[in-house]
């Protein structure tokens, strides 16, 4: 078996010249001049357009570009009733935001009722050619996303009962999944970092999330140097790891350390960075990387999702992917 493409999950909403310009499409809707089902009909137009890219590009895994949600919190805000969405905050690093999670008071409110994720998996699957994946935000995000208004409390809710939550609500959204047919399941950690004093209780939450899922089971770690903290993803029950080689180079020759038995998918291409990286120096780092994990047991992909890039140097990075491949 050669090596393997995928994507972290996230892509550009906005195409070059105007055309598939998503926000522009919400715009008009929120002022009354598309209708939901004329808005609908844009959003499938667009998601078709990102899988078929990533099929172009010859990538064996795929995703839907997370097209439909707002942020990484968004999907789990529409399954989970009382879950609400406050003001913006930076998104780690970067230059776009999310919005903050504001639990009702007492914390007795919320209740999963309904995997929209799976309506968009269903909805992505009729027109792709290839296998999809489904992301979630993890555990230790939802917490860090967490605020709590000024003036309310919630009693006996201590960071890790939050963890543990969110955990359940989670772990209720991935079995909605799996029932509706969901092969491959990610959970995206960027919260996972050194230094964290709830990691360890975190990784404990993502084996609870997935215990007994048949799905192959991801995690993807991006954002942070997670050299320092292998050996605690090493205690990830899960399938396949996505770990974020440009920002913590370092990993690719720590691999052994992790004593993995799974698979990895090692992010090499920076998704928040226009500029193209020389196929040959990827394809050595991969060669690298396969002393320790051989190659059937590899993939290749972006460090993180592609959003942070104009539509024109992501499809760049894609087609990357597939030079790459084709270079091992």
């Not at 079995?175 to 990784?203: H, N, R, S, T």
């Not at 002393?291 to 024109?312: D, Q, T």
């Given at each position: 078996m050669s090596i393997r493409t995928t994507v972290v999950g996230s892509y550009p909403k906005v195409i070059e010249g105007g055309a598939d310009n998503l926000p522009g499409t919400i715009d008009r809707w929120q002022r009354q001049i598309l209708s939901g089902q004329q808005l609908d009909e844009e959003i499938q137009k667009v998601i078709r357009r990102v899988i078929g890219e990533q099929e172009q590009a010859g990538l064996d895994l795929v995703t839907d570009g997370q097209i439909r949600w707002e942020d990484l919190a968004h999907p789990l805000t529409r399954s989970v009733r009382g879950l609400n969405r406050g003001a913006l905050r930076r998104f780690f690093d970067n230059n776009v935001y999310y919005r903050r999670l504001e639990l009702p008071e007492g914390n007795g409110g919320l209740q999963w009722q309904k995997s929209s994720v799976a309506e968009e998996f269903q909805s992505a699957s009729r027109v792709a050619r290839r296998p999809v994946k489904v992301a979630l935000p993890g555990p230790l995000t939802l917490v860090v996303f967490t605020e709590i208004p000024q003036g309310q409390t919630l009693e006996?809710?201590?960071?890790?009962?939050?963890?543990?939550?969110?955990?359940?609500?989670?772990?209720?959204?991935?079995?909605?999944?799996?029932?509706?047919?969901?092969?491959?399941?990610?959970?995206?950690?960027?919260?996972?970092?050194?230094?964290?004093?709830?990691?360890?209780?975190?990784?404990?939450?993502?084996?609870?999330?997935?215990?007994?899922?048949?799905?192959?089971?991801?995690?993807?770690?991006?954002?942070?140097?997670?050299?320092?903290?292998?050996?605690?993803?090493?205690?990830?029950?899960?399938?396949?790891?996505?770990?974020?080689?440009?920002?913590?180079?370092?990993?690719?020759?720590?691999?052994?350390?992790?004593?993995?038995?799974?698979?990895?998918?090692?992010?090499?291409?920076?998704?928040?960075?226009?500029?193209?990286?020389?196929?040959?120096?990827?394809?050595?780092?991969?060669?690298?990387?396969?002393?320790?994990?051989?190659?059937?047991?590899?993939?290749?992909?972006?460090?993180?999702?592609?959003?942070?890039?104009?539509?024109?140097?992501?499809?760049?990075?894609?087609?990357?992917?597939?030079?790459?491949?084709?270079?091992?």
């Open positions: 006996g809710l201590t960071p890790s009962g939050l963890l543990s939550l969110y955990a359940d609500l989670l772990r209720q959204e991935v079995q909605a999944l799996e029932k509706a047919g969901v092969k491959e399941i990610q959970i995206d950690e960027p919260a996972f970092k050194a230094g964290e004093p709830l990691l360890d209780a975190a990784v404990e939450s993502v084996n609870r999330i997935f215990e007994g899922v048949k799905a192959r089971r991801w995690v993807a770690c991006y954002f942070h140097d997670l050299s320092p903290i292998l050996p605690a993803l090493g205690r990830l029950r899960v399938d396949l790891l996505s770990l974020d080689l440009v920002t913590g180079p370092k990993v690719a020759d720590r691999l052994k350390e992790l004593k993995w038995d799974g698979e990895i998918a090692l992010g090499l291409l920076d998704g928040r960075n226009t500029k193209l990286e020389p196929a040959e120096e990827i394809v050595s780092q991969v060669k690298r990387a396969a002393a320790a994990i051989p190659l059937n047991r590899l993939w290749v992909s972006p460090n993180c999702g592609l959003e942070f890039l104009p539509h024109e140097a992501a499809v760049k990075k894609l087609n990357l992917l597939q030079e790459i491949k084709e270079g091992i």
